[in-house]
T-cell receptor
Framework: EDKVVQSPLSLVVHEGDTVTLNCSYE??????LLWYKQEKKAPTFLFML????IEKKSGRLSSILDKKELFSILNITATQTGDSAVYLC??????????FGTGTRLLVSP | DAMVIQNPRYQVTQFGKPVTLSCSQT?????MYWYQQKSSQAPKLLFH???????NEADTPDNFQSRRPNTSFCFLDIRSPGLGDAAMYLC??????????????FGNGTRLTVT
């Protein structure tokens, strides 16, 4: 069975801290890995990763994929209270299917 | 702005009373999905349409049905809701092209309560 595991399950940090969120996967067919941010509504797309070792960056967020070790990390530097959310990792296993992890709940305190 | 719209945001239904959730999109995407997300759990794919082709997940209960009358609209019908069906239901779309997949665009979800 395809599986995506995220760690930690939850995390509390202070504004200005740097955080690293982890996502590991075991799937029969890997196409791409995606990160989403979910506040109290729809998940919003952050990154799609397909190649190992190539960092994707958007402002204070960055992500990288290791296809050999089957994991990805999402880094957030200089965290702000607006970064508080659930961060979801998902793997595209082909045939339009995404398998999601349970997410990491991040709380950034002022 | 192009988007995915779900209605209603909150739906309350009685045990066993049929309910329909709706989703519309202005993105002109080929694929529309329905996910179920229970509290503190990962979104779970129920089914998806690639154009008019319906793809049901093997573990989706028969109680859940879907209709896609045209490119823009997709409906989730729950024929006899049980207490265990209370969840957030997320509609999503994607272009469905490319061997690497394409990102999903989600609606804001409908939170279903079953009394």
């Amino acid at each position: 069975e395809d599986k995506v595991v995220q760690s930690p399950l939850s995390l509390v940090v202070h504004e200005g801290d740097t955080v690293t969120l982890n996502c590991s996967y075991e799937v029969t067919n890997f196409r791409s890995l995606l990160w989403y941010k979910q506040e109290k509504k729809a998940p919003t797309f952050l990154f799609m990763l397909t190649s190992s070792g190539i960092e994707k960056k958007s402002g204070r967020l960055s992500s990288i994929l290791d296809k050999k070790e089957l994991f990805s990390i999402l880094n957030i530097t200089a965290t702000q209270t607006g970064d508080s959310a659930v961060y979801l990792c998902a793997v595209n296993t082909g045939f339009q299917k995404l398998v999601f992890g349970t997410g990491t709940r991040l709380l950034v305190s002022p | 702005d192009a988007m995915v719209i779900q209605n209603p945001r909150y739906q309350v239904t009685q045990f066993g009373k049929p309910v329909t959730l709706s989703c519309s999109q202005t993105l002109n995407h080929n694929v529309m999905y329905w996910y179920q997300q229970k509290s503190s759990q990962a979104p779970k794919l129920l089914f998806h349409y690639y154009d008019k082709d319906f793809n049901n997940e093997a573990d989706t209960p028969d109680n859940f049905q879907s209709r896609r009358p045209n490119t823009s609209f997709c409906f989730l019908d729950i024929r006899s809701p049980g207490l265990g069906d209370a969840a957030m239901y997320l509609c999503a779309t994607s272009r469905g092209t490319g061997s690497l997949g394409s990102p999903l665009h989600f609606g804001n979800g409908t939170r279903l309560t079953v009394t």
